[in-house]
């Protein structure tokens, strides 16, 4: 296990990473802190079940894909009360060694270029691999496991923010 003070971006954990350390807490505290943002996470230790009112986490998950391949990754687990309001608010990411993938895009849509570089990252040759994919939360959480379902990338509609479109 490493020493010291661990600060990394939310977007370079790898499946490494969260193997040594579960839950990552956003360090918010430490933004004005040089080389820090509201990106940077550090490890957190806790006893017992997670609960997310403590702060703001990712915690580690596993996903299966669609054709039972099965990858590792992590999520934002909602405060109690909000469960069901999507996977905007979960953000499910898959990790590996030197990579991350997003199924969660807000405004910013992929092209179909991108989404192939993401197939191929995957080791995938088409949507049908791929999607749905299941994840399920790998932290003991207060109120329960976070489980769900990824049916393609998620795009927020520009125009009114509350639609979401599945591109894939």
């Given amino acids: 296990m490493r020493t010291g003070k661990l600060r990394k971006q939310v977007y370079e954990l790898t499946s490494e990473d969260l193997l040594e350390y579960a839950v990552w807490e956003f360090a918010l505290d430490e933004e004005g802190e040089e080389e820090q943002d509201e990106a940077t996470v550090r490890p957190f230790n806790y006893d017992g079940a997670l ?21 590792s990754g992590y999520l934002t687990p909602p405060p109690r009360g909000l469960e069901d309001e999507g996977l905007g608010l979960v953000q499910p ?18 092209s179909r270029n991108e989404i192939s570089s993401i197939y191929a990252r995957l080791g995938k040759a088409s949507a049908a691999e791929i999607f749905p994919i299941r994840f399920a939360s790998d932290v003991e959480l207060a109120g329960g496991a976070v489980t769900g379902e990824i049916p393609g990338f998620l795009v927020l509609d520009r125009t009114n923010f509350t639609d979401v479109r599945i591109v894939t």
């Fill in 51 to 71: 609960d997310p009112s403590w702060g703001s986490f990712v915690i580690r998950a596993v996903f299966e894909l669609a054709d039972g391949t099965k990858l």
């Fill in 93 to 110: 990411c898959v990790t590996g060694r030197d990579t991350q993938i997003s199924f969660w895009c807000g405004i910013i849509e992929l």
